[in-house]
């Protein structure tokens, strides 16, 4: 069993900052990537970034310059770091670990920025 605990959502106002944490634990094994996804209400869930095991990381255009992601591999967590924060970032971050053996999410944490 893999579990994902998230934290560190929440609100904020526009052109604050939010750090979000993503612990893994559990029967992990070979991780090849943690990342966040964020979903608004009928849309579809999209990545906002992801970092390999290597290190490279993806970031969807509209955080970049904004957003940084860092992993810790020795606690197996990833943390999103959100500056200059818009209401338009509005939405439910989930946290992803994609392994060998599949792919999990966590629960959702709430992030909405006030205009």
């Known amino acids: 069993q893999v579990q994902l605990v998230e934290s560190g959502g929440g609100l904020v106002q526009a052109g604050g900052s939010l750090r979000l944490s993503c612990a893994a634990s559990g029967r992990i094994f070979s991780i090849n990537a943690m990342g966040w996804y964020r979903q608004v209400p009928g849309r579809q869930r999209e990545l906002v970034a992801i970092m390999s095991n290597g290190g490279s990381t993806n970031y969807a255009h509209s955080v970049k310059d904004r957003f940084t992601i860092s992993r810790d591999n020795a606690k197996n967590t990833v943390y999103l770091q959100m500056n200059s924060l818009k209401p338009e970032d509005t939405a439910v971050y989930y946290c992803?670990?994609?392994?060998?053996?599949?792919?999990?999410w966590g629960q959702g944490t709430q992030v909405t920025v006030s205009s």
């Open positions: 992803s670990l994609r392994t060998i053996g599949g792919d999990y």
